[in-house]
């Protein structure tokens, strides 16, 4: 196609467009003149003729084809003509009048001067930066569609550069080049096309850009300051920088207005960045008495700041100047509390009220007629606590399962046991799935011994099913893991009739499917007590393993994939006999580890706490007072429960608070006969629950000063057998009843013991 007819195309679409687009680059609406700073004025009117006699009157730039040059004369000529027609044909909006009465002058054949307005012309790269000393650099580029010489107004001048560059093309991301300015119709090439935009916004002018401030972004904008349109510069699209100094307002953005004093589209606003400090927030202001809290507050402001906190008696220490400071909340109350926040700019503060409460703390019994004693221990996203144990069968001389559901607030909801004709003992309890699994051991539920059983209540108490699974022999589990995936891991011990076990690891999916089941051999005797879900996929199982039927053993650690492959073993001794009792992996990923040191020759029972990193190496071992079943507060501290054995007086419970590193922060133990500690749990309030069995002297608590000390601990190395348990899944047939429990009073030799907070 030759340029001549693409020409006389492009005019057809262009007498369309510009009856369509005229608001695009420019209106005729006049206000009263603005201060005016640099740059040459520019005639505000200019007839047609006058513009049509310009272009005739213009030369072909040198290197431009003589033919192309005259092609692209006509079509602007034509254009501009095609624009006065296009608004002169009466219609109801062009009838209407302008500038105090006056017609609108392209109805008369004139073009007046108009300042950019509309999307399509309007700055919207306005940027602010910080310069470090008090003053701000605002940055934007020219914005005048059609202006291709960029000299501040579309005029006929403009098809030169258009001619000179006709053809070449630019990348459209490249939006500030030259060729991005030339390319009015935004295709990416210099084509006839970008007559249209010269025709389209013929007359519109930059003569200056105002600089405006305000406090909020949509207030009023005050003058701040006035740039000459020929201050930009650059050798793509013209970029203009001013800077402002501080105090001013905090919104800034430009507005170009043309030589009689009229505003076009105002640009973007930003938002310059405070050099003062500034404190928008305070987290928390408020906690519970005698816990540790961090503090830490939202500011901004330049570095570097420098903080205050008073905490008006309210916590130890009272006052910090970290930046986020932890400390120890004092006696429940209501304390007026401040933060200062000063840098090289002035300073800020902040009162708040920090509020201190109380935990509610009890202890609750519950029993019925014949000893009753709990397990292990849950609680549901509403706070619910679901107690697990052991029931003795009146009667019977066997134990049942024993479940529990207790309110928030201590009051006992519901309360069921399950039964079969034999001792059934309990490894553990978890929420799964909107329910509650229990899992454990009985003899003589399944084909074989003794055999795994599964128990799925809904959250009313409600059994949805009980399942068996088990081997020929003697299976028996002591713990019980559950992923994220809902997958159930169970160990224990695996046995033949008068043999020595061997460990039983196996995993169930949620409906108490086996997966797979492995029972491992390291020698003569072991067996496993704990399990935890590992954070990389699969489970870390803590128990013993030992040479002969009746001589020490070693601490085991083992860790299976999700397939079931055995992936580490780790095992160590002290020079006595060691067992691993208790898992814990806390959200930073640290594994603790505690369990049971037995010297043969005294009797005496010693606990073991560890610390391992990420590859299971031992970080630290201590000989601790305790350390049975363990729970990490997420406030660095540990938690350990268990009893001492006082012979024919009894026991007594106890429990430990330890930091990080092992040592004891603080313990406490009971007075009287309670039994003992078991389970711990937190819920999503932070309240913690201790849960064991108490006997009918209750007793009272009292604080130990006890501590713990370094213990000597090497790495073995084991080696085992690994086989493969096939087992039979089955359905449990076990008896439901509904006990009637006495609550806080002793009703026989041994309760349920439920504590909150008592620590």
Excluded at 15 to 36: D, F, K
Excluded at 505 to 525: E, I, L, M, Q, T
Excluded at 614 to 639: I, M
Aim: charged share 20%; aromatic share 8%.
């Amino acid at each position: 196609m030759s340029a001549k007819r693409a020409i006389h195309i492009a005019l057809t679409v262009l007498a369309v467009a510009l009856c369509v687009a005229l608001a695009t680059c420019g209106g005729s609406h006049r206000v009263a003149p603005a201060l005016q700073s640099g740059g040459q004025a520019i005639q505000p009117v200019i007839s047609l003729d006058e513009a049509l006699a310009e272009l005739e009157g213009m030369e072909c730039p040198e290197g431009v084809d003589a033919a192309l040059w005259v092609e692209l004369k006509d079509a602007l000529g034509e254009a501009l003509i095609c624009r006065v027609r296009s608004r002169a044909a009466p219609t109801r909006d062009n009838a209407k009048t302008v500038d105090g009465g006056a017609q609108d002058p392209t109805l008369q054949g004139k073009f007046t001067s108009t300042p950019p307005t509309g999307e399509t012309n309007r700055v919207d790269d306005l940027t602010i930066l910080d310069n470090g000393d008090g003053t701000f650099t605002l940055t934007w580029h020219y914005q005048n569609l059609g202006d291709y010489d960029q000299n501040g107004v579309v005029a006929v001048e403009d098809i030169i550069p258009l001619a000179e560059h006709f053809g070449e093309t630019n990348e459209p991301e490249d939006v500030n080049c030259l060729l991005a300015v030339i390319d009015g119709s935004g295709n990416g090439r210099i084509g006839i096309e970008d007559i249209t935009p010269i025709a389209m916004c013929f007359a519109v002018e930059v003569h200056h850009y105002a600089v405006e401030g305000a406090a909020e972004e949509a207030t009023l904008y005050e003058l701040v300051s006035e740039i000459a349109r020929d201050a930009g510069s650059g050798e793509g699209r013209l970029e203009y920088s001013t800077i402002i100094e501080s105090p001013a307002e905090l919104w800034h953005r430009v507005v170009p207005y043309d030589s009689e004093g009229a505003p076009g589209e105002a640009s973007n606003a930003v938002l310059r960045p405070s050099n003062e400090p500034i404190i928008y927030e305070v987290s928390p202001t408020e906690g519970y008495q005698h816990e540790e809290r961090t503090f830490s507050a939202t500011v901004t402001g330049a570095e570097p700041l420098t903080y205050a906190w008073d905490f008006g008696g309210g916590a130890t220490p009272d006052t910090s100047s970290e930046t986020s400071p932890t400390v120890t909340l004092a006696d429940a109350g209501e304390y007026s509390a401040f933060l200062t926040v000063t840098n090289a700019y002035g300073e800020a503060s902040f009162p708040f009220s920090l509020i201190v409460s109380e935990r509610d703390m009890w202890a609750h019994t519950w029993g019925g007629e014949r000893a009753d004693s709990a397990e292990a221990l849950a609680i549901d996203e509403d706070g619910n606590i679901y107690v697990v144990g052991e029931t003795e069968s009146f009667g019977a001389g066997k134990d049942d399962v024993l479940v529990l559901k207790y309110s928030p607030a201590g009051e006992v909801l519901w309360a069921k046991t399950w039964g079969t004709p034999n001792t059934n003992h309990v490894a553990g309890c978890a929420l799964l799935d909107s329910g509650l699994l229990v899992v454990g051991y009985a003899y003589g539920i399944g084909e074989g011994a003794d055999d795994l059983f599964f128990l799925k209540y809904d959250l009313d108490g409600n059994l949805l099913w009980a399942r068996t699974w088990g081997t020929p022999d003697y299976d028996r589990v002591w713990t019980l893991a559950v992923d994220t995936e809902w997958n159930i891991y169970v160990a224990g011990v695996w046995l033949v009739y008068g043999g020595l076990p061997d460990v039983l690891v196996a995993k169930f999916n949620s409906d108490a499917a086996c997966v797979w089941a492995k029972r491992w051999d390291g020698g003569p005797k072991e067996g496993a007590r704990a399990a935890v879900a590992a954070p990389a996929g699969g489970v870390h199982i803590g128990g013993y393993v030992a040479d002969s039927a009746d001589g020490p053993a070693d601490a085991m650690l083992m860790t299976y994939s999700p397939a079931g492959e055995l992936i580490s073993l780790k095992c160590w001794d002290t020079g006595e006999s060691e067992s691993l009792h208790s898992l814990l992996i806390t959200p930073a990923g640290h594994l603790y580890v505690s369990g049971l040191i037995y010297d043969s020759d005294t009797g005496e029972r010693t606990r073991l706490l560890l610390q391992l990193d990420s590859e299971l190496q031992v970080v630290w071992a201590r000989s601790t007072p305790c350390s049975s079943n363990l729970l990490f507060d997420g406030k660095e501290n540990l938690y350990a429960t268990g009893f001492r054995n006082l012979g024919a007086v009894g026991s007594y419970a106890m429990l430990f608070k330890y930091d990080t590193s092992g040592n004891v922060v603080r313990g406490w133990r009971t007075t009287g006969s309670w039994g003992s500690l078991g389970a711990t749990a937190y819920n999503p309030n932070g309240d913690f629950f201790i849960t064991g069995s108490a006997g009918s002297n209750s007793g009272a608590l009292e604080v130990l000063e006890e501590q713990s000390y370094p213990a000597g601990l090497s790495s073995i190395s084991r080696e085992g057998i690994e086989r493969g348990l096939s087992g039979i899944e089955g359905v449990a047939e076990g008896v439901e009843t509904f006990p009637e429990g006495v609550i806080d009073i002793g009703a026989s030799s041994v309760d349920v013991l439920l504590l909150k907070n008592v620590n």
